[in-house]
Protein backbone atom coordinates (compact mmCIF):
# COMPACT_ATOMS: atom_id res chain seq x y z
CA UNK A 1 0.00 0.00 0.00
CA UNK A 2 1.00 3.69 -1.13
CA UNK A 3 0.14 6.67 0.85
CA UNK A 4 0.82 10.10 -0.93
CA UNK A 5 0.35 13.16 0.78
CA UNK A 6 0.74 16.37 -1.06
CA UNK A 7 1.89 20.40 0.36
CA UNK A 8 3.23 23.05 -0.57
CA UNK A 9 -0.22 24.80 -2.44
CA UNK A 10 -1.50 28.32 -1.88
CA UNK A 11 -2.47 31.63 -3.15
CA UNK A 12 0.04 33.42 -5.81
CA UNK A 13 -0.08 35.81 -7.93
CA UNK A 14 0.36 35.54 -11.95
CA UNK A 15 3.81 35.56 -12.67
CA UNK A 16 4.91 33.91 -9.79
CA UNK A 17 6.06 30.93 -9.20
CA UNK A 18 5.44 27.99 -6.31
CA UNK A 19 6.49 24.49 -6.04
CA UNK A 20 4.29 21.49 -4.52
CA UNK A 21 5.27 18.36 -2.79
CA UNK A 22 4.48 14.68 -2.81
CA UNK A 23 5.57 12.56 -0.06
CA UNK A 24 5.23 8.97 -0.78
CA UNK A 25 5.33 6.52 2.11
CA UNK A 26 5.20 2.67 1.14
CA UNK A 27 7.00 0.61 -1.27
CA UNK A 28 7.58 3.08 -4.29
CA UNK A 29 10.58 1.05 -5.65
CA UNK A 30 11.05 1.87 -9.50
CA UNK A 31 7.25 3.88 -9.77
CA UNK A 32 6.45 6.48 -11.88
CA UNK A 33 5.25 9.41 -10.48
CA UNK A 34 2.90 11.63 -11.52
CA UNK A 35 1.05 15.12 -11.18
CA UNK A 36 -2.27 15.92 -12.72
CA UNK A 37 -4.79 18.78 -12.14
CA UNK A 38 -8.27 19.95 -11.88
CA UNK A 39 -9.41 23.27 -12.42
CA UNK A 40 -12.55 24.68 -10.99
CA UNK A 41 -15.70 22.61 -12.81
CA UNK A 42 -13.34 20.63 -15.44
CA UNK A 43 -12.12 17.52 -15.37
CA UNK A 44 -8.92 16.29 -13.96
CA UNK A 45 -6.12 16.43 -16.51
CA UNK A 46 -2.06 15.07 -17.14
CA UNK A 47 -0.08 17.83 -15.89
CA UNK A 48 3.75 15.92 -15.52
CA UNK A 49 5.43 12.35 -15.50
CA UNK A 50 8.53 11.12 -14.06
CA UNK A 51 10.79 7.64 -14.41
CA UNK A 52 12.11 5.99 -11.36
CA UNK A 53 15.66 6.93 -12.91
CA UNK A 54 14.48 10.72 -13.53
CA UNK A 55 16.38 10.49 -16.97
CA UNK A 56 12.57 10.73 -18.78
CA UNK A 57 9.99 13.14 -17.77
CA UNK A 58 6.83 14.41 -19.93
CA UNK A 59 4.41 17.43 -19.88
CA UNK A 60 1.67 18.54 -21.06
CA UNK A 61 1.93 21.14 -23.54
CA UNK A 62 0.11 24.02 -21.22
CA UNK A 63 3.02 23.51 -18.33
CA UNK A 64 5.73 22.67 -20.90
CA UNK A 65 8.82 25.20 -20.41
CA UNK A 66 7.26 26.91 -16.96
CA UNK A 67 6.72 23.33 -15.07
CA UNK A 68 9.43 21.04 -13.86
CA UNK A 69 8.82 17.40 -12.34
CA UNK A 70 11.87 15.59 -10.04
CA UNK A 71 11.98 13.55 -7.72
CA UNK A 72 14.13 12.37 -4.58
CA UNK A 73 14.20 8.42 -4.36
CA UNK A 74 15.97 8.77 -0.86
CA UNK A 75 13.17 11.14 0.64
CA UNK A 76 10.75 9.51 -0.81
CA UNK A 77 9.61 12.76 -2.83
CA UNK A 78 7.79 13.88 -5.85
CA UNK A 79 8.02 17.78 -6.69
CA UNK A 80 6.58 20.40 -8.85
CA UNK A 81 7.94 23.67 -9.50
CA UNK A 82 6.16 25.94 -11.32
CA UNK A 83 7.15 29.29 -12.18
CA UNK A 84 5.58 32.09 -14.43
CA UNK A 85 2.21 30.89 -13.41
CA UNK A 86 -1.02 32.23 -15.21
CA UNK A 87 -4.60 32.28 -13.61
CA UNK A 88 -5.19 29.30 -16.08
CA UNK A 89 -2.66 27.37 -13.94
CA UNK A 90 -5.22 27.20 -10.78
CA UNK A 91 -6.76 24.09 -9.53
CA UNK A 92 -6.48 21.26 -6.98
CA UNK A 93 -2.98 19.61 -7.64
CA UNK A 94 -3.04 15.91 -7.29
CA UNK A 95 0.58 13.34 -7.00
CA UNK A 96 -0.19 9.73 -8.41
CA UNK A 97 2.35 6.72 -8.51
CA UNK A 98 2.35 3.92 -10.76
CA UNK A 99 4.03 1.04 -9.67
CA UNK A 100 5.60 -1.87 -11.16
CA UNK A 101 4.27 -3.44 -13.52
CA UNK A 102 3.63 0.28 -15.10
CA UNK A 103 0.58 0.86 -16.75
CA UNK A 104 -2.74 2.93 -15.13
CA UNK A 105 -1.97 4.99 -12.22
CA UNK A 106 -2.10 2.99 -8.97
CA UNK A 107 -2.40 5.41 -6.41
CA UNK A 108 -3.75 9.29 -5.83
CA UNK A 109 -2.91 11.94 -3.27
CA UNK A 110 -5.95 13.75 -1.70
CA UNK A 111 -4.76 16.99 -3.56
CA UNK A 112 -3.48 20.56 -2.93
CA UNK A 113 -5.24 23.89 -3.68
CA UNK A 114 -2.92 25.75 -5.90
CA UNK A 115 -4.32 29.96 -6.75
CA UNK A 116 -3.21 31.76 -9.30
CA UNK A 117 -4.92 35.19 -8.88
CA UNK A 118 -4.71 38.10 -12.23
Known amino acids: QVQLIESGGGLVQAGGSLRVSCAAS???????MGWFRQPPGMEREFVAA????????NYADSVRGRFTISRDNVKNTVYLQMNSLKPEDTAVYYC????????????WGQGTQVTVSS
Open 26 to 32: GRTFMSR
Open 50 to 57: INWSADNT
Open 96 to 107: AADLPPLGPWDY
